[in-house]
């Protein structure tokens, strides 16, 4: 008898949901970029998340999984109503 891949995996349901991140968020990753800066400002959502390094200005494009993995904390929250804004509208055909 094969053994369901939930059984050695774990359930699906078990993980939790992705990161909300929002435009204007300001997060400290574990990881210092080599300017020294640790805190970085999200001004890019999607697959692919838009940081800039609060020390030196420095913008890179880090995937989603890359930064939830590294995320130390939250120093300031940004706003969820210009995230929403921002956001694609979905298309009526």
Known sequence: ???PAFDTLGRMT???GPLVLYLGDVVRLRRAHPCGGDTWLVDRL???????????????L????????????FIRRGDPVLSAAAAPRPTVP
């Open 14 to 16: 078990d993980r939790p």
């Open 62 to 73: 880090v995937d989603r999984r890359t930064v939830e993995r590294r995320l130390a904390g």
């Open 46 to 60: 999607g697959a692919d998340i838009g940081l800039r390094c609060q020390t030196c200005d420095r913008h890179v």
């Open 1 to 3: 008898m094969a053994i």
